[in-house]
């Protein structure tokens, strides 16, 4: 069973950058989607973004321009870099493996603890 662990989050002012980072704790399988998602206090968990094994990306429209999601396969490590970061961006991210690259958290299977991020006005 893999692991993942993420690191990054913290708290930053509104217009500030993050990069997150999650790493699995073994080889990611090749066909393996990946995803980051987030939930706020009181609110479902959302899709953010994902990326598949040949690199094609979706991303949730909140964030589209702002975030980056990108991954190196030789340390097994998934990124994702947040720009003009916004109050409303402020939530628990998590790291999943899937299948898919809907943002949808039943078509992935693997999950982190997470890491918060904290955005100020």
């Known amino acids: 069973q893999v692991h993942l662990v993420e690191s990054g989050g913290g708290s930053v002012q509104a217009g500030g950058s993050l990069r997150l980072s999650c790493v699995a704790s073994?080889?990611?399988?090749?066909?393996?989607?990946m995803g980051w998602f987030r939930q706020a206090p009181e609110k479902e968990r959302e899709g953010v973004a994902a990326?598949?094994?040949?690199?094609?990306?979706n991303y949730a429209e909140s964030v589209k321009g702002r975030f980056t999601i990108s991954k190196d396969t030789t340390n097994n490590t998934l990124y994702l870099q947040m720009n003009s970061l916004k109050p409303e961006d402020t939530a628990m991210y998590s790291c999943?493996?899937?299948?898919?690259?809907?943002?949808?958290?039943?078509?992935?299977?693997?999950w982190g603890q997470g890491t918060q991020v904290t955005v100020s006005s």
């Open positions: 999943a493996i899937g299948w898919w690259l809907r943002l949808d958290p039943l078509g992935f299977g693997y």
């Open positions: 073994t080889i990611i399988p090749v066909g393996t989607h």
């Open positions: 990326i598949d094994s040949d690199g094609r990306t």
